[in-house]
């Protein structure tokens, strides 16, 4: 859990409730990604903070310490296998991939214009990123495939009814992939 305005991470006992563990003087933390091993966390900031969009936070959970800071954005998304941390480079259109192992960047994918949300198959293999502004149709879902070690964007699904699209989700079964926008002069509804 977070709380932002207090800057704090929190680490919750779910049988009692009770807070046993935390991380404090966190700038505005945000969204909460946690390895597949249970061994970190990685927390982005909230689109709040001042200086938004510029670090993602490397927690250690079992010694509640900030083991790194990987400067970069708005969302992350960790993979299946837990190997790879996905994070929407909103401010530099790309799609940056993090060998979730050693915490550095390992490639970065050119996406749409701002994106957002990102959904992770359930193989890991397909990635589904949110863009809130495409040049030539105003928002898509940017397909990224990976092969092996390498990822490409096989596609971009657009429609006239994509208006800012800034949330996206994939089932589990990977039939469906959901996205939801902001209207048209861009403020929420």
């Known amino acids: 859990s977070t709380i932002i305005s ?81 994070v929407s480079g909103m401010g530099v259109d790309k799609v940056i991939v993090v060998d979730a192992i050693s915490d550095s960047i390992f490639t970065e994918i050119n996406v749409s214009e701002m994106p957002m949300h990102i959904a992770v198959s359930s193989t890991g293999n397909r990635i589904y990123v949110s863009t809130m502004m495409h040049s030539a149709t105003g928002s898509s879902v940017d397909v990224i495939e990976k092969s092996g070690t390498s990822w490409n964007r096989i596609a971009q699904i657009t429609d006239h009814r994509f208006n800012m699209l800034h949330g996206c989700d994939i089932t589990k079964d990977d039939k469906y992939v959901y996205v939801s926008s902001r209207n048209i002069d861009g403020m929420y509804q």
């Open 6 to 86: 207090a800057g704090k991470f929190l680490k919750i006992r779910k049988s009692d409730n009770q807070i046993i563990g935390e991380v404090n003087g966190l700038e505005k933390p945000g969204m909460i990604q946690i390895n597949s091993t249970g061994t970190k966390a990685y927390i982005s900031r909230s689109s709040t903070a001042s200086s938004i969009y510029n670090t993602i936070y490397v927690i250690h959970l079992t010694t509640m310490s900030i083991t790194k800071e990987i400067s970069l954005p708005m969302e992350s998304m960790i993979s299946p296998d837990g190997n790879f941390l996905y």
